[in-house]
């Protein structure tokens, strides 16, 4: 009888031992995985997703001290949200090349890449997709400076909700225009005496108005008592033109006469000018032709105008006659629209920016300068058609550039 007691006895401190053992090991190994655990990445661990809501993240956050708790909540939520459709078993050597994507972004995975964007203001605040209560299909620029100020406050007026309203500043004020609602929601940019075709080229790439149908590239001085800017572009789309401009006020300055408006009809795209001015009626100044003070371009026409501005010839001057350069057929898609139509008031505020001296005003220096870059443009564009022509090994064609 005595025989079974003393077994007894014997196996419980051997399972005693046994006990400490295991639960040491186990302290041991929780010890380790804890000092560890804040640098394995948590991506890569394959954890129950029942395991997620038990975690304690203040450790956590005394360690990553700029994330709040409830940031790295979301964090894991996100997680678990997302862990059945995750990636699995990438190669640590995969690489990603990508030929079709723009160029520098061969590296990138095509999902992720945006090669356009837009001048849509966003909050800093909720969710981006509940920024935007409405998203403009149009643009409209205008380059100012503070003396315009109540023009430009009635030209705004005439452009609906539906457009993106953008001032260049060329005198540097901006801060004044901030009497007007509208101008809170507009876009400034300010660089001194800088005109509309040094800030196009630098701030509207087709790429980055390419969420706009129709841009407006306008100047300061323009009447707008009988435009509105949404009939305009009906009228636009009615008769497929992808460059035009309002008609202008026959009576009021000297203007080219394919821009004069004409009182009964919608749109013109010829006309007649003095003889031999136009050698061909379907080339400018008699066709295929719009002044640079207020043209409209589509997004397709602005691609091609755009790549076409000079950086440094800022005036614009002979662009005029080179947009034909960018539709086709030129003389059927370029158009003035007179039901729609504006008065060019002719101030010379930009031209007061330039700079006096040897007796002559500040506009006079200014003006040199145009017609100077007019010149300078045509060769330009005479000399690029020729070198092209002569490396395709074919007789280029007489030029019509003026």
């Not at 008592?225 to 460059?243: D, P, Q, S, T, W």
């Not at 200014?366 to 443009?377: G, L």
């Given at each position: 009888m005595g025989s079974p007691t003393r077994v007894g006895n014997i196996r419980k401190p051997k399972e005693k031992m046994r006990f400490v053992a295991t639960a040491f090991v186990a302290i041991l190994f929780g010890f380790f995985l804890g000092v560890s655990f804040p640098t394995v990445s948590l991506t890569k661990m394959n954890l129950p997703s029942s395991l997620?809501?038990?975690?304690?993240?203040?450790?956590?956050?005394?360690?990553?001290?700029?994330?709040?708790?409830?940031?790295?909540?979301?964090?894991?939520?996100?997680?678990?949200?997302?862990?059945?459709?995750?990636?699995k078993h990438i190669p640590n050597d995969a690489k990603i090349w990508v030929p079709t994507n723009p160029p520098g972004a061969e590296r990138l995975p095509p999902g992720i890449v945006e090669s356009e964007s837009d001048l849509y203001l966003r909050r800093l605040w909720g969710l981006p997709s509940e920024d935007l209560t409405i998203k403009p299909k149009y643009l409209v620029t205008f380059t100012v400076g503070l003396a315009q100020k109540q023009n430009i406050n009635a030209a705004v007026k005439k452009f609906s909700e539906n457009f993106t309203i953008v001032l260049f500043h060329y005198d540097g004020?901006?801060?004044?225009?901030?009497?007007?609602?509208?101008?809170?929601?507009?876009?400034?940019?300010s660089s001194r005496k800088q005109t509309k075709w040094w800030y196009a080229k630098r701030f509207l790439h087709p790429d980055i108005v390419a969420s706009y149908e129709y841009i407006f590239i306008w100047d300061e001085d323009l009447g707008v008592e009988h435009f509105n800017a949404e009939e305009y572009i009906k009228l636009v789309r009615k008769h497929g033109l992808e460059i035009s401009q309002p008609g202008l006020e026959p009576n009021n300055g000297l203007t080219w006469q394919m821009t004069k408006r004409r009182g009964h009809s919608e749109v013109?795209?010829?006309?007649?000018?003095?003889?031999?001015?136009?050698?061909?009626?379907?080339l400018p100044p008699c066709a295929a032709f719009v002044e640079i003070m207020a043209p409209v371009f589509s997004q397709d026409a602005w691609r091609c105008v755009w790549h076409m501005i000079q950086n440094d010839l800022v005036h614009g001057w002979g662009l005029d006659f080179a947009l034909r350069r960018c539709v086709e057929p030129a003389h059927e898609k370029i158009g003035v629209v007179d039901a729609q139509w504006i008065v060019h008031q002719g101030v010379?505020?930009?031209?007061?920016?330039?700079?006096?001296?040897?007796?002559?005003?500040?506009w006079e220096g200014v003006r040199e300068r145009c017609r100077r870059e007019w010149t300078m443009f045509q060769a330009r564009m005479v000399g690029a058609e020729r070198a092209y022509f002569e490396e395709m090994g074919i007789d280029p064609p007489n030029s019509t550039a003026r």
């Amino acid at each position: 009888m005595g025989s079974p007691t003393r077994v007894g006895n014997i196996r419980k401190p051997k399972e005693k031992m046994r006990f400490v053992a295991t639960a040491f090991v186990a302290i041991l190994f929780g010890f380790f995985l804890g000092v560890s655990f804040p640098t394995v990445s948590l991506t890569k661990m394959n954890l129950p997703s029942s395991l997620l809501p038990s975690i304690d993240l203040s450790y956590i956050e005394d360690k990553y001290s700029g994330f709040s708790t409830q940031a790295l909540v979301n964090a894991w939520s996100s997680l678990k949200s997302n862990r059945d459709i995750s990636v699995k078993h990438i190669p640590n050597d995969a690489k990603i090349w990508v030929p079709t994507n723009p160029p520098g972004a061969e590296r990138l995975p095509p999902g992720i890449v945006e090669s356009e964007s837009d001048l849509y203001l966003r909050r800093l605040w909720g969710l981006p997709s509940e920024d935007l209560t409405i998203k403009p299909k149009y643009l409209v620029t205008f380059t100012v400076g503070l003396a315009q100020k109540q023009n430009i406050n009635a030209a705004v007026k005439k452009f609906s909700e539906n457009f993106t309203i953008v001032l260049f500043h060329y005198d540097g004020r901006t801060s004044e225009w901030d009497e007007f609602e509208w101008s809170k929601r507009a876009i400034h940019v300010s660089s001194r005496k800088q005109t509309k075709w040094w800030y196009a080229k630098r701030f509207l790439h087709p790429d980055i108005v390419a969420s706009y149908e129709y841009i407006f590239i306008w100047d300061e001085d323009l009447g707008v008592e009988h435009f509105n800017a949404e009939e305009y572009i009906k009228l636009v789309r009615k008769h497929g033109l992808e460059i035009s401009q309002p008609g202008l006020e026959p009576n009021n300055g000297l203007t080219w006469q394919m821009t004069k408006r004409r009182g009964h009809s919608e749109v013109h795209m010829q006309t007649e000018e003095k003889p031999g001015w136009c050698n061909d009626p379907h080339l400018p100044p008699c066709a295929a032709f719009v002044e640079i003070m207020a043209p409209v371009f589509s997004q397709d026409a602005w691609r091609c105008v755009w790549h076409m501005i000079q950086n440094d010839l800022v005036h614009g001057w002979g662009l005029d006659f080179a947009l034909r350069r960018c539709v086709e057929p030129a003389h059927e898609k370029i158009g003035v629209v007179d039901a729609q139509w504006i008065v060019h008031q002719g101030v010379p505020s930009l031209g007061n920016q330039g700079q006096a001296g040897s007796g002559r005003a500040p506009w006079e220096g200014v003006r040199e300068r145009c017609r100077r870059e007019w010149t300078m443009f045509q060769a330009r564009m005479v000399g690029a058609e020729r070198a092209y022509f002569e490396e395709m090994g074919i007789d280029p064609p007489n030029s019509t550039a003026r």
